[in-house]
């Protein structure tokens, strides 16, 4: 008799749960697909737009022809120079300005302070300023006095790293704060020098992770185009410019030209061309991610 | 503005950037003590460390008060006592670990060969490089099994032949036989035993003149913790040993002396530190011991 009391409880301990429950459970589980499905269809429309559109110039002559006003004749072969010279820069600059930041924030700076403090808000701050305001700095400090860089590829250069130097540091900081402290302790021990510490643990520890934030952070910049029209790219160039003198042009500015342009052939063009960079921006994301994977350490 | 925080702060930088200007003179005030190194192994009366009224402060809280004793040359001098009773931070003490604590305070006097070790022409880094110290998670660096090892020599500017210290290192850490044939191994790939025998062997690398410990086997089997006492017993016979361990029959097994501490609170029971109960030859602490806190620890009646 006990005993089947006992089994009688069990199963209903174990029976069904109320059919309300399950309803629920699938009311949200169906919200939360939506929520992914929306966001992605988004990007599955976008290129399945633009292949439709812009399969037929998606060629080699894409890349190797310089701009034109016959669309037939039109590239982007200035506009991916233009991309590569400003991104060389970017990086060039990006990297040691952004670990620097980080190394100096995670290790330097007391987590007490209050300089330190301000400086953190700031920097979480500025990753949300909108990127046209960036521009304007830029026209206004660097193209113009008192850096008075011109409309150049350096001055677009350096408008773009500050855009993204935010990105490469908070990365780069949370890689670097992801370093236990037992390796710091272990060097330390030692008697390596705080800078031997970082210089030959804690920053070749942390090398995957600021990759990928550097990765994440170029493949936003390559993208952008409102804060390079304020400094005056050259929307229009059919000409191959030299990085430091002349004016420049880029992918993006290229793309947003050929929107402009009356020509449905130029239509057609700018799809290919959007079809290109989101291209690019697939392959270098996927870098950063097989990257991250490859050589995260578990500690 | 000034916050105690800061001012501390400061007092401590202030203290590593004065260090770091005269390191060398300090380093060398050290090494020209006499038969400093490589002396003949015999249970001395030298003292390496003399420990006079030592309180440690984290924020102005004690976490050990009045430690008084002396650690002798060629000892394995453990430390036990029951969990908060400040074995870690009184051992951190002794390289000065402590420092890189921000609110970290130590008052009292530390003689080191009779040298002040927080004197003000002391720097911690020359500090460390003479006594080293191996932690309670073994924490080898994400490098292969040489790099760990060849690291210390090499940030010393140690101009030995590179493989001779590794192999030296590793033989002594009695773990050469193990992993001669995958050196460039990485060392996250060992067991724990062994990348707590790594450590040592880092440690060792650096020729210190005194190793410490803190709970090297709590996160170790029991082979595992063998080994490592065994060697414990060769090393003493090169280094000086301080062990803090949680396990009273290695304490037993493997010092010649032990202090016992013990957690002391205040009339009000609001703060709590450890303070030195017995400190005496092992073998009288775990036999006939004079205090009866003692007795009932090592007997197991408390704690």
């Keep these: 008799m006990a005993v089947t009391g006992a089994r009688g409880v069990t199963n209903e301990m174990l029976s069904a749960q109320p059919r309300k429950d399950v309803i629920r459970n699938t009311i949200f589980a169906s919200l939360l697909f939506l929520a992914i499905a929306l966001a992605l269809a988004g990007l599955c429309v976008l290129i399945g737009k633009n292949l439709v559109e812009g399969w037929s110039r998606l060629n080699l002559d894409l890349i190797t022809q310089n701009n034109s006003s016959n669309p037939a ?140 934030g550097v990765i994440l952070a170029i493949s936003r910049a390559i993208g952008e185009t409102a804060p390079l029209i304020p400094l005056g790219a050259a929307t229009f160039l059919t000409f191959t410019p030299s990085p430091t003198t002349d004016s420049f042009t880029a992918m993006p500015v290229t793309i947003f030209s050929w929107v402009k342009q009356p020509q449905p052939e130029f239509q057609t063009l700018a799809a290919a061309g959007v079809l290109l960079l989101i291209a690019l921006l697939v392959v270098m994301n996927s870098f950063a991610i097989w990257l991250r994977n490859r050589y995260e350490q578990s500690w | 503005m000034d916050d105690p925080v800061t001012q501390e702060e400061r007092r401590t930088e202030e203290r590593a950037a004065g260090g770091a200007g005269d390191g060398a003179t300090a380093h060398a005030s050290i090494e020209v003590r006499p038969g400093f190194q490589h002396a003949a192994p015999s249970a001395s009366n030298e003292k390496v460390f003399e420990l006079h009224d030592i309180s440690v402060f984290y924020a102005g809280v004690p976490a050990v008060r009045d430690i008084t004793m002396d650690v002798f040359r060629h000892h394995v001098t453990a430390l036990i006592g029951p969990s908060g009773c400040g074995k870690s931070t009184l051992i951190r003490c002794l390289n000065r670990m402590n420092d890189l604590i921000p609110t970290a305070r130590v008052e009292g006097e530390l003689l080191y060969h009779g040298e002040d070790l927080y004197g003000p022409r002391v720097d911690p880094i020359q500090v460390r490089k003479l006594i080293g110290m191996v932690f309670q998670k073994p924490n080898p660096f994400p490098k292969s099994i040489y790099d760990n090892v060849a690291f210390g020599p090499r940030v010393l500017g140690m101009k030995d032949d590179m493989d001779d210290i590794v192999e030296g290192a590793l033989h002594s850490a009695a773990l050469w036989d193990e992993v001669k044939d995958r050196l460039g191994s990485n060392a996250y790939g060992m067991s724990g035993g062994q990348q707590q025998r790594l450590c040592i062997a880092r440690c060792i690398a650096v020729q210190p003149d005194v190793i410490l410990m803190d709970e090297p086997c709590s996160a170790l089997d029991p082979i595992s913790t063998g080994k490592i006492e065994d060697l414990m017993a060769q090393l003493k016979q090169e280094f000086s040993i301080v062990i803090v361990t949680h396990n009273m029959q290695q304490a037993a097994r493997v010092s010649d002396r032990t202090a016992f501490l013990m957690v002391e609170l205040d009339a009000d029971e609001r703060h709590r530190w450890g303070r030195i109960v017995e400190y005496d030859e092992t073998e009288k602490i775990f036999t006939n011991p004079s205090n009866p806190r003692t007795e009932d620890y090592v007997t197991g009646k408390v704690g």
């Design chain 1, 73 to 212: 004749e039109a590239g982007l072969r200035n506009a991916i120079i233009g991309t590569i010279w400003i991104m060389a820069f970017v990086i060039l600059m990006l990297v040691p300005l952004g670990v620097g930041a980080a190394v100096f924030l995670e290790e330097y700076g007391s987590r007490t302070s209050r300089i330190t403090r301000l400086i953190e808000i700031n920097i979480q701050n500025l990753a949300g300023v909108p990127s046209i305001i960036y521009g304007l700095l830029g026209l206004a400090f660097i193209a113009r006095a008192p850096l008075s860089l011109g409309y150049t590829v350096l001055a677009a250069a350096m408008t773009l790293t500050l855009l993204v130097l935010p990105v490469v540091i908070i990365a780069s900081r949370e890689a670097i704060r992801a370093v236990p402290t037992s390796i710091r302790e272990g060097s330390l021990a030692l008697g390596a020098t705080k800078w031997q510490t970082i210089r030959r643990q804690v920053l070749p520890a942390a090398i995957p992770g600021i990759a990928t």
